[in-house]
């Protein structure tokens, strides 16, 4: 089972910056796709930025021009730069990866990481 941890959430001001981070790990698995969704309380989770093996990517209209994806395929990273922060911004960011293991194809979570933003 592929099991992926994220890091880089905490407590930021409006107008600033965090970088999140993930790892995936595991045994024999190939990653297609790989990026971040988020839930904000009372809210559903939504998706944030995607990007394929291959260099594509979808934003969110809400994070495009303020929020970057990028990978480390070698390493089975996936970063988001999130600049000009703002108050609807605040949510648990989880990672999420659709990847292909031994046993098919599969939908890994990551078990998320707080960030928010004080106005």
């Known amino acids: 089972q592929v099991q992926l941890v994220e890091s880089g959430g905490g407590v930021v001001q409006a107008g600033g910056s965090l970088r999140l981070s993930c790892v995936a790990s595991?045994?024999?698995?190939?990653?297609?796709?790989m990026g971040w969704h988020r839930q904000a309380p009372g809210k559903q989770r939504e998706l944030v930025a995607t990007m394929s093996s291959g260099g594509n990517i979808n934003y969110a209209d809400s994070v495009k021009g303020r929020f970057t994806i990028s990978r480390d395929n070698a390493k089975n990273m996936v970063y988001l730069q999130m600049n000009s922060l703002k108050a609807e911004d605040t949510a648990v960011y989880y990672c999420?990866?659709?990847?292909?293991?031994?046993?098919?194809?599969?939908?890994?979570w990551g078990q998320g990481t707080q960030v928010t933003v004080s106005s």
């Open positions: 595991g045994s024999r698995f190939a990653i297609k796709y």
């Open positions: 999420k990866a659709n990847l292909m293991s031994a046993s098919g194809w599969e939908v890994s």
